[in-house]
């Protein structure tokens, strides 16, 4: 028998092969063509020069140095922007699902770090911390809290703390409202049940709000590690992985290998490390957290 | 054992006001039903009498003791939900054991009283269920364990049975009942299903517009509605009322405007001492044990149930008669009930 196609089958084909088609030119090729580079040694000032060497650039990336500082960045980097994230969106969802005065212009305003373009809310930050005319400086000095204005952004002890707020002040607020919907949809029967079983406020937020918003938390968890994980603009804008490699995270990493040092085969390998990393990370949340919501 | 007492309790939303000065005197023990359509302020008492609800104004006393402005945990009242509100990440033997691992009991006694009420629910095995895993009716009787593994002093029930199948809904009913009976605690149920509320009930309170209509056993108010939003608002078919073409009794004042309404099973084969009236048959529906009829008097259009062995046709003339002492007065202008 050989493939006959219904009507149905066949239209459906007809209208979906454009999507399809411009799927594989612009992702599915990249992706292969990547791998393909990965696993040569190229290098753009040598662009004659490409020998096949298997898997030995993710054998050098791996053995670098340089790979293992970009790790622990990116990690303490994703860890401390994730956890604040998921925290303080928490806390501002249920301050948001209260109704109060103005709790409409706050759900309106809430939104406005997050449509900010990434670039803007970088260099914004970036004047906030600005060791000459920082508005960070004035209000601290102004406070008594420090004597003279300092450079941020220079201490190699806070520079990922301070990348990492401004990711947070520019990512909390669609955590936040993911959630509050998660928190809308919870039935207003439950609170009360659990009001007249004898809950307190605190009982109430952890034996029916938490339970409920684990959906909600998970796809925050999952989409900020990612976001973080690989997360670029900022480190561009604010310190290019300064001072020294204090902000030396892996996307940065790439970016040196690839675009400053034009070794393309090994920033290749790089990326599909990260993509490898980004995969496993979210897969173990949706395993381990995932698990009970079913 | 509570008694509750609701003096001049006023729930008011802003401008509106949702339950209007309610006296209502729950005894000791007793099953009161709040029966009335939506909207009616049924719902917002029973939330009064939990805690759920703030009272704008008035006193509500549980025995002696002043609960007005006390919390719902120290009220110690179970409710009950329409949407059996179970915690969802919670097992069965988890939903049951809450109200008392919130009040820190033990828990080896938690697990004694758990069993106890499951076996008295018929729960056991599904003890390590999830509530997404229960059928409706299984909810439910989660819910009732929720409720009654406390040993609370009183029940307070919102519409409970709604959601369920009638045939479910009628087991539930008994289960109900059964439960008053073995605790001995004041129950007060809210519905709008007076089947519900006839069967169940020591006592009806008929609510309309924010305030009891009408205050009485089961039996007074079927057969003395206080006006006639209780009168149509208890029986299936409905009280027909009617200003005119209905017989008026002998002792209603000449001249004196009034609504005369006859309930539809009220009627039987014309006889010595029955008030003779006659009708064309309009519509004939079989209802099993019985018919209802749609009948055109001079005048007027009523309905009424017969035995089914009346064998009634469409169009044919019938004759029956109805005695004037099953009738039901009312005062036109006020609506209330008149008597001799």
């Known amino acids: 028998m050989g493939l006959r196609l219904s009507y149905d089958d066949r239209s459906a084909a007809v209208l979906v092969f454009p999507v399809l088609a411009v799927l594989l030119v612009v992702a599915a090729y990249p992706i292969l063509y990547s791998f393909w580079v990965s696993l040569h040694d190229i290098v753009l000032t040598r662009p004659l020069r490409r020998p096949f060497v298997w898997f030995e650039n993710y054998e050098r990336m791996l053995g670098d140095a340089r790979f293992h500082t970009a790790v622990l960045r990116t990690t303490v980097y994703t860890v401390v922007t994730v956890s604040v994230v998921s925290v303080l969106a928490v806390g501002v969802a249920l301050l948001l699902n209260e109704t109060f005065p103005g709790h409409k212009l706050l759900n309106a305003l809430l939104l406005l770090p997050w449509a900010t373009p990434s670039i803007v809310n970088g260099l914004m930050w970036k004047w906030i911390y600005d060791p000459t005319y920082g508005l960070m400086n004035a209000v601290l000095v102004k406070l008594g809290l420090i004597e003279s204005y300092r450079a941020w952004l220079g201490d190699p002890d806070l520079t990922l703390l301070l990348i990492s707020n401004a990711a947070i002040w520019k990512q909390m607020p669609l955590a936040a409202l993911l959630l509050l919907v998660t928190m809308k949809a919870i039935p207003d029967d439950l609170y009360r049940a659990a009001k007249v079983d004898g809950a307190t406020v605190f009982q109430r937020f952890v034996h029916v709000t938490l339970p409920a918003l684990r959906p909600g938390l998970m796809l925050v968890l999952v989409y900020e590690t990612m976001i973080s994980i690989r997360h670029f603009d900022l480190f561009l804008i604010m310190t290019q992985g300064g001072p020294g490699d204090a902000s030396y995270t892996l996307s940065w990493l790439i970016y040196v290998e690839t675009f400053r040092s034009l070794r393309f085969g090994t920033g290749a390998a790089l990326s599909y490390l990260l993509a490898m990393l980004t995969f496993l990370l979210s897969w173990l949340f949706i395993r381990f957290l995932g698990e009970k919501t079913a | ?340």
């Open chain 2, 1 to 340: 054992m509570a008694a509750i007492t609701l003096q001049g309790v006023t729930k008011r939303y802003g401008n509106v006001t949702a339950v209007q000065a309610l006296d209502l005197a729950i005894r000791e023990g007793e099953f009161m039903v709040l029966l009335g359509p939506s909207g009616c302020g049924k719902t917002t008492t029973l939330n009064m009498i939990a805690g759920l609800e703030e009272i704008s104004d008035g006193t509500l006393l549980f025995d002696a003791k002043d609960v007005t402005r006390l919390p719902p945990h120290k009220r110690e009242v179970a409710m009950v939900f329409q949407s059996y509100a179970l915690y969802p990440n919670k097992t069965v033997a988890e939903n049951i054991a809450f109200p008392l691992r919130l009040r820190g009991v033990p828990k080896a006694e938690i697990d004694r009283a758990v069993a106890s009420v499951a076996e008295q629910l018929e729960l056991t095995p599904l003890l390590q269920r999830r509530p997404n895993q229960l059928s409706g009716g299984q909810r439910q009787r989660v819910a009732l364990g929720r409720a009654i593994v406390r040993q609370p002093s009183v029940f307070l029930m919102d519409e409970p049975l709604s959601n369920l199948d009638a045939t479910l809904r009628l087991s539930m009913r008994s289960l109900i009942k059964r439960l008053h009976h073995q605790l001995k605690a004041t129950f007060v149920y809210v519905t709008h299903d007076q089947a519900e509320a006839l069967t169940l009930a020591d006592r009806i309170a008929v609510m309309q517009g924010g305030i009891v209509q009408q205050l009485d056993t089961p039996e007074g108010i079927y057969e003395r509605p206080a006006n006639t939003f209780v009168a149509s608002f208890l029986g299936s078919p409905q009280i027909n009322l009617l200003r005119a073409g209905l017989p008026r009794p002998a002792w209603v004042a000449e001249g004196r405007d009034v609504i005369v309404g006859l309930r539809p099973e009220d009627v039987a084969r014309p006889t010595e001492g029955l008030t003779a009236l006659s009708g064309r048959v309009e519509l004939v529906s079989p209802l099993g044990s019985e018919t209802q009829l749609e009948l055109a008097l001079p005048g007027a259009s009523i309905t009424l149930r017969v035995p089914k062995d009346w064998r009634v046709t469409e169009g044919e003339t019938l004759a029956f008669g109805i005695d004037p002492a099953r009738l039901h007065v009312f005062d036109a202008a006020t609506e209330r009930r008149i008597a001799p």
